[in-house]
């Protein structure tokens, strides 16, 4: 019979010698290699907010078209015609600060700057003390442009601690007599006696311890009591409240009351 060789199997405790005596670079030859750590990425960069330019001074154009507009409004209210709008341009020019400054006003406040312009353009200023005399003859200079005059007489004071005086008015062979504190009485008296002539002196609002008055040929009450382009003090414009004083009607925008003299916030 053929001889057979058996494969003798090795006994445990043989093959844990054997893994003993491997070499400790095998070992480790043996062991997966231990993962990296990431790198960190770099931070990404903001980016830098762009520099806004300083807003400059509004545009001519800008200018033009407030300035139309304007003139546009002063028109469809009767207080001026179409021809003026060049010559109205030209006050506006000259608004204190000019053209920039009477754009932004109209932007926040339009009857504001286009009061201001309309006084200082065709209206007369009156100060706080006032000379009876020179009220008269600015109101004079306007009617002659309708041949008309109003005389002054016998004026004299009631009290002066009160700022009170009176004098006789007459016009067209009319005679009245009229007691006033400051220069709104005065022209009140005056227009009484225009009445029947259709034309009035309207009193525009100041924002000031002074008055101001344009004359108007046929005003527009209809028109004028809304004040969001012109302020005008009247009973006639007196619809944006009462008076927290006497209760009195007074308008949107006004500075002081008609009835007692009280002044607004």
């Not at 057979?4 to 003993?20: C, V």
């Not at 309309?118 to 003390?129: A, H, K, M, S």
């Not at 006032?130 to 009220?135: L, N, W």
């Not at 003859?137 to 004026?155: P, W």
Request: aromatic share 8%; with cysteine; glycine share 8%.
């Amino acid at each position: 019979m053929p001889l057979r060789f058996w494969k003798k199997e090795k006994s445990e405790d043989a093959e844990e010698e054997e893994a003993a005596e491997q070499p400790k670079e095998m070992k480790e030859k043996a062991a997966p290699p231990e993962p990296k750590a990431p790198k960190p990425e770099p931070e990404a960069k903001k980016p830098e907010p762009k520099a806004v330019p300083p807003a400059g001074p509004p545009k001519v154009v800008d200018a033009e078209t407030f300035v139309n507009e304007a003139h546009t409004g002063l028109v469809g209210l009767g207080l001026t015609v179409s021809p003026t709008k060049a010559v109205f341009a030209k006050r506006v020019a000259a608004y204190p600060g000019g053209e920039a400054a009477f754009v932004a006003e109209y932007r926040s406040a339009p009857y504001r700057a286009t009061t201001r312009v309309l006084v200082d353009w065709l209206g007369f200023r009156v100060p706080e003390t006032f000379e009876p005399a020179a009220v008269l003859a600015e109101v004079n200079r306007r009617l002659s442009s309708f041949n008309l005059g109003v005389e002054m007489r016998d004026l004299n004071w009631l009290d002066e601690e009160l700022n009170l005086r009176k004098a006789k008015l007459i016009f067209g062979g009319q005679e009245r007599v009229v007691r006033f504190k400051d220069a709104r009485d005065l022209i009140k008296g005056v227009n009484e006696m225009l009445a029947t002539r259709k034309i009035a002196f309207l009193e525009l609002e100041t924002w000031g311890d002074d008055f101001a008055f344009l004359l108007v040929r046929e005003p527009r009450w209809d028109k004028l009591a809304d004040p969001e382009l012109i302020v005008v003090k009247a009973d006639q414009t007196a619809k944006g409240g009462e008076c927290g004083e006497c209760g009195a009607p007074v308008g949107k925008y006004w500075s002081d009351c008609l009835k007692c003299g009280a002044v607004f916030g």
